[in-house]
């Protein structure tokens, strides 16, 4: 069984910095573009950022120059660092991976983890 386990949220002040984790976990599967999305109280949920197997990175306008999207391909995992946090940055974020395990390939979503940022 494959599964995508998330870490390190939590609550902050305005201005400081967290880094997520999303490690993928089971056996013979292959992981291509990864993604991490949020969903705040009362709003859908937005693409926050994406990068491709080769490292490729794009980001949601409202956190270009303060997150940080990367990866390590030997250890399935993918990061964001978030740094100059704002309130508006809090929300359930989430990971999110397309992957295959003798199958065709699907999006597989981690639990989510709570950032608060207080002001």
């Known amino acids: 069984q494959v599964e995508l386990v998330e870490s390190g949220g939590g609550l902050v002040q305005a201005g400081g910095s967290l880094r997520l984790s999303c490690a993928a976990s089971g056996s013979g599967f292959s992981i291509n573009t990864m993604y991490w999305y949020r969903q705040a109280p009362g709003k859908q949920r937005e693409l926050v950022a994406v990068?491709?197997?080769?490292?490729?990175?794009n980001y949601v306008e409202s956190v270009k120059g303060r997150f940080t999207i990367s990866r390590d391909n030997g250890k399935n995992t993918v990061y964001l660092q978030m740094n100059n946090l704002k309130p508006e940055d809090t929300a359930v974020y989430y990971c999110?991976?397309?992957?295959?395990?003798?199958?065709?390939?699907?999006?597989?979503w981690g639990q989510g983890t709570q950032v608060t940022v207080s002001s």
């Open positions: 999110a991976a397309q992957m295959r395990s003798g199958g065709p390939w699907r999006d597989y």
């Open positions: 990068i491709t197997r080769g490292g490729s990175a």
